[in-house]
């Protein structure tokens, strides 16, 4: 089943029919939100908001362990991620889509694991007999390879969505992820630029960490929204952030919608088996 993480209203589209709202409880707190249930020409597909509706939550204190645990519980086991990021790549302007396949991590604060040896959380309603629960259960440190953190078969299936749908797309971008909320210094993002990141936003890490820990196959779809620090001549305002992903949402309703419509059936990916081996 498809996760779809974003803003709110991404699932108010022609062709997505709501079936629920559900609440779900996990160990690490409260999720965002309430999850959306719908169904997608009879393929379920379950939407969170991840600042929660109304925009709640700032990027360092979303609950990203209850999110991602939460879609696990309602049997999720493939992600599409959703967000706002500034551009850095000189190719890239306000309105294009991006797809990141490596990330440099510089957020601070962040909790990025589920497995914390000794101190693990257990969710005893989850009864999957899997290597997840197996690890929580036997309190095990786990250390997972992250050398390609994106799932490359969910990749190429957004990339022949877009492109069936005439959309232009920068592909093989690195988000760098950054602590927020306050916005970068042009010192920051020429260090970045200079490291070769061509996006920047706040919400990837930990996102795709903890998927990826629960054996999930995971993409981004990104918005730039205004051109980074530095590289833009003008103040940077949420305000634009909010204009751009207005602008932006229909298009990215058409693209989620044909995105779920044409997902693979099987997978020859190496997603699932990134547990295997990774516990000590």
Known sequence: MLGV?????????????????????????????????????????????????????????????????????????????????????????????VLSNQFLDFTKSRQSTFYEGIYSKFDEEDTKNDLVNQYLKDKRVVHIDVSEPFCPQLQKSLQNTLGKLGYNYLSNATYAATEGPRLETAAEIKALSTLGADIVGMTLVPEIVLARELAMHFVSLSVVTNLAAGISKDRLTSDEVIEMMKQRNEDLKEVILDFAKNLPDTYSCECEKVLEGAAI
């Not at 939460?70 to 992600?79: C, D, E, P, S, Y």
């Open 5 to 97: 993480i974003g803003g709110s209203g991404l699932y108010e589209v022609d062709g997505v029919e709501v079936l629920e709202e559900v609440e779900v409880k996990t160990p690490w707190g409260e999720p965002s939100d309430k999850y959306i249930l719908t169904q997608i020409e009879g393929k379920k597909v379950v939407f969170l908001p991840r600042h929660g509706r109304g925009h709640k939550f700032p990027p360092h204190l979303i609950n990203f362990r209850a999110n991602l645990w939460g879609f696990r519980k309602l049997g999720v086991n493939k992600i599409l991620s959703v967000s706002a990021v500034g551009g850095i790549n000189p190719l890239l302007k306000a309105g294009d889509f």
